[in-house]
């Protein structure tokens, strides 16, 4: 008997029938509550989500705002942030004013002129193997088997590309799995606006200790004289940050925790370059000859020894550091900002000083800074006792 023919059964026997279309009813009754439950689960869920949510937005916007947040007595602590965003805003204001890049600060980006600067204080650079003021010169056929391809302007890895040669005309990105030829590098060059010639190709660095093909970076924040702190960042894949490590140290070397940067990958087994306070002098010496209170001092870690690989005036990304750091980086800033002054004020000219060491001019012979009027690309000479190191001696000027 099927359970359809047993239900007409039951309902028709005395005191049975009312009590199972009671049943039924209840059980109907079961289901639609138990629904019911499911949906108001799945939405006291979703409320946590986002009371979670909101929770953890809370706290980022008041870390971001804990910077500016007044102290006792209505007072606005020192911060590295707070200044770095105000330059970037100030550059931008300058660039409207300064239409022939004669500030100092608006110098700072190009990258062969700051090469010749540190030559010129006896500081390695890389060697350069060619120098093309047009794309279309662009000749890659007398390179060595590696070696990296730049853009005079470009920041955070663009316009920069480390080449294995391949054959003839195919090149393998070094830390990525593209092969390039000389017309798809040229391409590349012209797809990306952030960048700007001339163009260059400089020897490839091998970095002194194990590690990524690719060195180390070694980036040193300093201001006028003084370094506040290291950062050493390893990169598996060129110019990919989600594979970067990082650790920060502070001018002795001394890890500064792995809260210092909390969103980034901190990787304490990182080496420290060596001998380590002989890349903190370079750094501190090359951020005396710049005319501003911040420079950031990028230097590789090679098997002949320390190499610049460039001076930044504004780093990119979100530079946010544990509070203590930021407030006192903050204060080397303001305080560097006054020695500068105070040089200025005893006769320092107020421009990137070039040292006495003999110093090539990598530009094309066509460039501006040949001519006999090379304004803005004028080089003033002292010698490093006069303000690299303190003293006061006679100034040359090109």
Known sequence: MTDTLRRRFARKL??????????????????????????????????????????????????????????????????????????????????????????????????????????????????VLGVWGD??????????ERFVLKSELGAGGHGVFPLRRLDHDRFALIGGDTVHTRESLIEAYRSKASTFGPWFAEGFLVQRQAGEEIPDDIK??????????????????????????????????????????????????????????????????????????????????TVDGPVLGELTRAPGGRQRYRRDQDIAMGLAWDEAKWRLDMDVINGRPLRNLH?????????????????????????VRADCATWCFGGALPLARD
């Not at 799945?42 to 947040?69: G, I, N, P, T, Y």
């Not at 201001?223 to 002795?252: C, E, F, I, K, P």
Request: net charge positive; charged share 30%.
């Open 220 to 301: 040193i924040y300093a201001n006028y004289g003084q370094a506040t702190m290291v950062l050493l960042r390893r990169m598996a894949l060129h110019a990919d940050l989600g594979s970067a490590r990082y650790r920060y140290v502070d001018d002795r070397g001394t890890d500064l925790g792995p809260d210092i940067s909390p969103w980034q990958k901190i990787d304490p087994t990182i080496p420290l370059p060596e001998p380590f306070d002989e890349f903190i002098k370079v750094a501190e010496h090359l951020s005396r000859a710049m005319a501003v209170p911040f420079i950031r001092v990028d230097i590789y870690d």
């Open 355 to 379: 040292g006495l060491h003999p110093s090539r001019n990598y530009y094309p012979e066509d460039h501006l800074s040949h001519s006999d009027n090379p304004k803005g690309w004028e080089v």
């Open 135 to 144: 794309l279309e010169d662009l000749d890659l056929s007398g390179m060595p």
């Open 14 to 127: 005395p005191g049975l029938g009312w009590r199972i279309d009671l049943l039924q009813k209840r059980e109907t009754q079961l289901k639609k509550l138990r629904a019911e439950v499911r949906v108001r689960d799945r939405k006291v869920a979703e409320l946590q989500e986002s009371v979670r949510k909101e929770r953890a937005s809370r706290k980022r916007a008041q870390e971001r705002l804990a910077v500016d947040r007044p102290e006792v007595g209505d007072t606005t602590p020192p911060s590295f942030r707070r200044n770095l965003i105000n330059l970037r805003r100030d550059v931008e204001l300058l660039r409207t004013i300064d239409r022939d890049v004669y500030h100092p600060v608006l110098q700072i980006p190009r990258k062969l002129r700051n090469y010749r600067l540190a030559a010129s204080h006896g500081i390695a650079v890389p060697e």
